[in-house]
């Protein structure tokens, strides 16, 4: 069977994201680039979420992984920062993934990023508007501290960077 991107791609679909197992790496916007040459060589390029992301290393085993069982010619994958992950890189099924899995998808922004847009994190519970955040730190990097006044619920919100 002929590897195309998309068959890739598609195969980089069931790769998970350690950390938050309901989304894909793909739909995470870690995946920046997949190649296929004329002979069947696979080359993927991902970006870590952060410098020093402790789950890199278990996403890229995890996609070479994914490209091995597609058995290509030969395949590479590569970490790279030449292109920054971004939360604009979330796909409409990632950010719903987010939801799934009881985190407040981040809003997209333009331009400069104002620390406010915190403010207004919807819960991921209910969708209410009527939230507060409680700690712009959460348990990781990535993800800042809320509370529900409508459900009473807790809940983590991740920031968009």
């Not at 278990?58 to 091995?68: F, L, R, T």
């Not at 809003?107 to 994190?121: K, R």
């Not at 955040?133 to 919100?157: D, I, M, N, V």
Request: proline fraction near 9%; charge should be negative.
């Amino acid at each position: 069977m002929v590897i195309s991107p998309e068959r890739v791609l598609e195969a980089l679909h069931t790769v998970k994201d350690p950390e938050i197992p309901t989304i894909s790496v793909v739909d995470m916007g870690i995946i920046t680039s997949v190649a296929v040459s004329p002979d069947g060589d696979v080359a993927v390029t991902m970006t870590p979420t952060f410098v020093g992301c402790p789950a890199i290393d278990v996403m890229k085993h995890d996609v070479e992984s994914a490209v091995a069982a597609l058995q290509p010619a030969s395949y590479h994958v590569t970490v790279s920062f030449d292109v920054p992950w971004t939360t604009n890189r979330l796909t409409e099924a990632g950010k719903q993934a987010l939801l799934k899995h009881g985190l407040a998808p981040p809003q997209e922004f333009t331009l400069e990023l104002e620390l406010d847009v915190l403010q207004q994190t919807p819960c991921p519970y209910c969708g209410s508007t009527n939230t507060e955040l409680k700690s712009p730190f959460g348990p990781t990097l990535c993800r800042s501290l809320h509370y529900c006044h409508h459900c009473l619920q807790a809940f983590e919100g991740f920031k968009p960077i």
